[in-house]
């Protein structure tokens, strides 16, 4: 690519890149800037999985029970803490070889072929993001849908600030596209953040927002099951044997889902050389604030509203004929998880951030430059706008999603961290570690699978409602 800037060769360098005049690009120097520390990336990390979607969590148990339930919660946190420390093992050791991997997609050609990064991975994991992106921009609707896990981001997101709205007002007549404009309008403020570094603190207030969302959901759950308007509780599995067995592949994607990240390489960049122990600190801090949340959410949750949880928490606290809480705190609560579904949207559009930088600007100039400020500021501004047309274009995002999801965040998370590890480290095939990888690289593809189908299923049915700019 040329020459280099001595700044820029500086900034390589201490992203241990080996070999500066064939590996740098714009993206990774100027937007995974690795300058973080340990407790910056829990940060991220925490950004990237701690997220609203948690507030369907007790609609995943009344599909599976308790047993079930738990027993899920805490086998799909074992093994993404597992799969996302087996993908840092895997990028330390190629950092000692002098060769760090600082994006998923250069993992994957590094260890599986090109093709793999350039085809496979990297368009899987643009899509997945950006899709997140206009799924945290869409708001909602009022009928919230309970259904397969990822189209929960889109209606649990986009009902907060609507709900805000009707709460004060209950017979306003704003459009719902009129909310996703406003929301794509803080975002596209936002998205002009330089550099993944640069979001460091914004991710701790995420990350504060995220105890106090989960705090007041778990709160107001307690307080309506010991209220005199607490709903009759039933724990029991309804439905038939064929809605039982969609509702419990339902709630396996939903549960896995909920501790999706799908951008671990490129958060594990942001550290400062030497990388070592670094991201397993910053998993700590992330599944700390994991366990605090999901369990007090998930538990207290569907022991308040037993099978008749809702696809959200959220939409529970309204009841039947009158909200079961103070108006004043349920705007406080939505507030709370709006605010960092900002957060969230902003995180997850650094893969695209990253490539419109390396693909447009000039990494042998100063990244404020003329040169790399106005193609940044324009690039970002037109990701934005087209996220926010889309989301409110497409109110039924979530049923795609869920369907692309399927390919995406599992294979992301759950079946590439083992297959780079099996590969990478050569494990024997007599030990535990190969076959326990194994396993779960071939459970998750089924799961692939089983999800497509459901995706495929909620598609057809809720296809009869599927309307352009509609206001749902």
């Not at 705090?215 to 309506?224: D, K, L, N, R, T």
Request: net charge positive.
């Amino acid at each position: 690519m040329g020459t280099v800037a001595p700044d820029s060769m500086e900034e390589l360098k201490q992203n241990g890149l080996e070999n500066p005049s064939k590996e740098l690009d714009a993206g990774a120097l100027f937007v995974l800037k690795s300058k973080g520390s340990w407790l910056h990336c829990g940060y991220h990390l925490t950004t990237s999985i701690v997220a609203p979607v948690l507030l369907s969590l007790p609609f995943a148990l009344g599909l599976l029970g308790w047993v079930g339930g738990v027993i899920c919660l805490v086998l799909a946190g074992l093994v993404t803490f597992y799969s996302y420390n087996l993908l840092s093992l895997v990028l330390e050791h190629h950092a000692k070889l002098g060769h760090r991997q600082l994006r998923f997609r250069d993992m994957a050609r590094d260890i599986l072929g090109p093709g793999w990064g350039k085809y496979f991975v990297g368009p899987l994991q643009l899509w997945i993001c950006f899709g997140a992106v206009i799924a945290c921009t869409l708001l909602g609707g009022q009928s919230l849908k309970a259904s397969i896990y990822l189209v929960i981001w889109v209606y649990m997101f986009g009902n907060l600030v609507r709900f805000i709205y009707l709460l004060v007002n209950p017979n306003g007549k704003m459009k719902l596209y009129e909310f996703i404009v406003m929301f794509g309008g803080v975002v596209l403020v936002l998205a002009q953040m330089p550099s993944f570094h640069s979001l460091r603190h914004i991710n701790l207030v995420s990350l504060l927002l995220c105890l106090a969302f989960s705090a007041c959901a778990a709160a107001g759950s307690i307080y309506i099951g010991h209220s005199k308007d607490a709903p009759r509780r039933d724990y029991s599995v309804t439905g038939s044997k064929k809605d039982k067995v969609f509702g419990t592949f339902n709630a396996i994607s939903i549960i896995a889902t909920t501790y999706a990240s799908g951008i671990i390489p490129e958060i594990q960049a942001t550290l400062a050389p030497p990388v070592q122990g670094k991201m397993f600190k910053g998993l700590c801090v992330c599944y700390s604030v994991i366990a605090v949340t999901y369990f007090s959410v998930g538990i207290s949750g569907y022991w308040a509203f037993g099978n008749q949880a809702q696809g959200t928490l959220l939409s529970n606290f309204m009841g039947v004929d009158k909200p079961l809480l103070p108006t004043w705190f349920l705007v406080m609560t939505n507030i709370f998880t709006i605010t960092q579904v900002l957060a969230v949207t902003v995180l997850y559009m650094q893969p695209t951030n990253e490539v419109f930088e390396q693909k447009f600007a000039d990494p042998k100039m100063e990244e404020f430059s003329t040169r790399n400020t106005i193609p940044r500021l324009i690039l970002r501004s037109l990701s934005v706008v087209v996220a926010t047309f889309f989301a409110a274009m497409l109110p039924f995002f979530g049923d795609l999603m869920a369907l692309f999801g399927a390919f995406g965040c599992i294979p992301l998370d759950f079946i590439l961290p083992m297959i780079f590890y099996n590969v990478t480290f050569k494990p024997s095939k007599r030990g535990l570690i190969f076959w326990a990888n194994t396993f779960i690289a071939v459970a998750s593809f089924v799961l692939v699978g089983i999800g497509a189908v459901a995706s495929v299923r909620q598609i057809v049915l809720d296809a009869k409602t599927y309307r352009l700019f509609a206001n749902m």
